[in-house]
């Protein structure tokens, strides 16, 4: 065997494994979804308005990433930095929107506490995604 037949077989061999390790990520993910899940996707489908998508760091590019997948395939979404919000972003969120916020921390995603309290008269649908359970709630 040559050194490219051998660095050929590795490289496929690191490609398959990393396939088998993300399906069972996938397929794990079945076991985890129920009723938050379910009034995720009620939100969503009796959204009159827009899907505003948001997080911080490396939560916001993923939330920039989803709005723009969303917005391309004929959902009307857009991103707001969580932490820009109250700095004159929430004017583009009306009560017709339902906001999804993006975080990996254990606490579930927020905007800044002065933005929350500016949403919180509106009773918008919120869906909270982090890496800890978290609940489907209205800011």
Same mark, same amino acid.
């Given at each position: 065997?040559?050194?490219?037949?051998?660095?050929?077989?590795?490289?496929?061999?690191?490609?398959?494994?990393?396939?088998?390790?993300?399906?069972?990520?996938?397929?794990?993910?079945?076991?985890?979804?129920?009723?938050?899940?379910?009034?995720?996707?009620?939100? =969503?489908?009796?959204?009159?308005?827009?899907? @505003? /998508?948001? %997080? +911080?760091?490396? &939560?916001?590019?993923?939330?920039?990433?989803?709005?723009?997948?969303?917005?391309?395939?004929?959902?009307?979404?857009?991103?707001?930095?969580?932490?820009?919000?109250?700095?004159?972003? =929430?004017?583009?969120?009306?009560?017709?929107? @339902? /906001?999804? %916020? +993006?975080?990996? &921390?254990?606490?579930?995603?927020?905007?800044?506490?002065?933005?929350?309290?500016?949403?919180?008269?509106?009773?918008?649908?919120?869906?909270?995604?982090?890496?800890?359970?978290?609940? =489907?709630?209205?800011?």
């Amino acid at each position: 065997m040559n050194q490219h037949t051998t660095q050929a077989e590795g490289i496929l061999s690191l490609a398959k494994e990393v396939l088998k390790i993300e399906s069972a990520a996938v397929s794990a993910l079945s076991d985890r979804i129920g009723d938050d899940f379910v009034r995720a996707v009620q939100a =969503l489908l009796a959204c009159r308005g827009r899907v @505003v /998508v948001t %997080g +911080i760091g490396k &939560s916001g590019h993923i939330a920039r990433k989803i709005a723009a997948t969303m917005a391309s395939t004929g959902t009307p979404a857009f991103f707001v930095h969580a932490a820009e919000a109250s700095h004159g972003d =929430l004017g583009m969120i009306t009560r017709e929107d @339902v /906001v999804i %916020g +993006i975080s990996y &921390s254990k606490y579930s995603p927020s905007f800044p506490q002065s933005s929350g309290k500016a949403l919180s008269s509106s009773r918008l649908p919120a869906i909270p995604t982090a890496r800890w359970p978290a609940k =489907l709630t209205s800011i």
